[in-house]
């Protein structure tokens, strides 16, 4: 049995901090290597035959349990979001849990995930726990579907070769193996260049870390998922410095400076990434005015109590049956969730109140506004073309005038779909919006 450890950590410092990007494989050599190197494409190399595909060392291993840990603390607060079921579903694999990243993968599928991606890692991680099942028929029908859901899957390609080597397909086998590794996704690892990648995020962090002036020795470890579209998800801190005004403003950097630049052509689903803030660094020493400290305390304070109360709000709200008081909350706790990055939950809570407003005549208005805030939260995850939908509905309730609005909220709303459309090369109906808007 080979013994591959693939797993890949490079550090650089930035600024004041230190970025640690951990690439943790999904699989490791397969059970069939193929030599191209010789004229027949099916022989095999002895060496690099293993009966466990899925093989890590204990660091790796520890790590994959800390996912799971992490992700069923994200289940719990947005059991609707796919993509935490998912996560948990990649880490059950790698610790050899077959039934429980089996019934993580159906989870997402049963959420009918909006995204191809997505769709198509839960299909590729139920084949593979089919796989380490045995069950290799019905985990080449999953593998399959990932494999036509998503081209660029290296991942999908490889354990879709696996299913068919496993039942005596080899030529077809050989085939994906080829594919998997035309996606820089080979049998002894990935070899996508994440160097360029690296160098913007490290940017993007930089540009948007103001740390408070201290002279106390502190570093806070913020840890985050970068998904293939380069958005981020699970963002939390790992390593507190002790100071929540240290790590709100860790967390706020990161959230700033999302999304990122999509990962590279043949990378896994996610990579898990670990962000070292230090605060000190030289000429960075306490000055005699706290005002920095003092500010971002009273906004982390503000932030708490204003979820807590809306969360109160709505749990009272329910308990009474009221429905009008339901819906205004969800819309309270919806915009707090948005500024806190917590998307996933913003969109449910803004679903749920939609669901109630649209069959309300008098509150179409409102209704017309909270489609444009959905359309916001939309565009913050970088899913452009379900934010233009919804931009479009809004706006067909809320903005009937053809001159500069009255409301402040339709100002905001054709704003952000104006630079929804310049990401998305719309480039004349965006500046028809902001000829509109000059005053």
């Not at 490290?202 to 840890?223: C, F, G, L, Q, Y």
Request: aromatic share 8%; glycine share 4%.
């Amino acid at each position: 049995m080979v013994k591959a450890d693939r797993s890949l950590s490079v550090s650089r410092v930035l600024l004041l901090g230190t970025l640690t990007i951990f690439l943790i494989p999904q699989c490791a050599p397969s059970v069939l290597a193929v030599d191209t190197a010789k004229a027949a494409p099916h022989v095999l190399h002895d060496s690099e035959m293993t009966v466990n595909p899925w093989y890590h060392d204990e660091k790796v291993l520890k790590a994959f349990r800390e996912n799971v840990a992490d992700a069923k603390n994200y289940i719990h607060r947005e059991p609707n979001d796919p993509t935490n079921y998912l996560t948990r579903a990649r880490a059950y694999l790698q610790l050899m849990l077959p039934k429980e990243a089996l019934s993580d993968a159906n989870a997402a599928l049963a959420l009918k995930p909006k995204d191809k991606r997505d769709l198509s890692d839960a299909h590729c991680y139920k084949g593979e726990a089919l796989l380490q099942l045995k069950q290799y028929k019905s985990a080449l029908n999953d593998l399959s579907n990932a494999c036509a859901l998503d081209a660029e899957s290296g991942e999908a390609f490889y354990f879709c070769g696996m299913a068919k080597e496993m039942i005596g397909q080899l030529p077809e086998a050989i085939k994906d193996y080829e594919m998997a590794r035309s996606l820089s996704f080979s049998p002894k690892g990935s070899q996508v260049d994440f160097s360029a990648f690296m160098n913007q995020l490290e940017r993007k962090i930089k540009s948007n870390w103001h740390p408070p002036k201290s002279d106390m020795t502190k570093k806070a470890i913020v840890a985050f998922y970068v998904i293939r579209n380069g958005n981020i998800s699970h963002i939390r801190i790992v390593k507190t410095s002790g100071a929540a005004v240290m790590d709100a403003g860790a967390i706020s950097a990161v959230q700033q400076s999302s999304p990122f630049e999509p990962l590279p052509k043949g990378s896994l689903r996610e990579v898990d990434i670990r962000f070292t803030f230090d605060y000190n660094a030289p000429g960075v020493g306490r000055s005699a005015s706290a005002g920095p400290v003092t500010f971002l305390e009273k906004v982390m304070e503000k932030w708490d109590n204003a979820e807590n109360a809306a969360l109160k709000k709505l749990t009272d709200a329910k308990k009474g049956n009221d429905e009008t008081a339901v819906y205004d909350a969800e819309l309270k706790l919806a915009k707090i969730y948005t500024d806190r990055g917590r998307y996933p939950a913003a969109i449910d809570l803004y679903q749920s109140a939609l669901h109630v407003l649209e069959k309300k005549p008098d509150k179409q208005l409102l209704y017309g506004k909270t489609l444009g805030h959905l359309a916001m939260v939309y565009s913050l995850q970088g899913k452009n073309a379900e934010a233009e939908t919804e931009f479009k509905k809004s706006l067909g309730i809320v903005d009937k005038d053809s001159g500069y609005p009255s409301d402040p909220e339709v100002v905001e709303i054709l704003k952000e779909y104006a630079k929804v459309l310049y990401k998305t090369k719309k480039v004349d109906e965006a500046n028809k919006i902001y000829a509109r808007l000059k005053k």
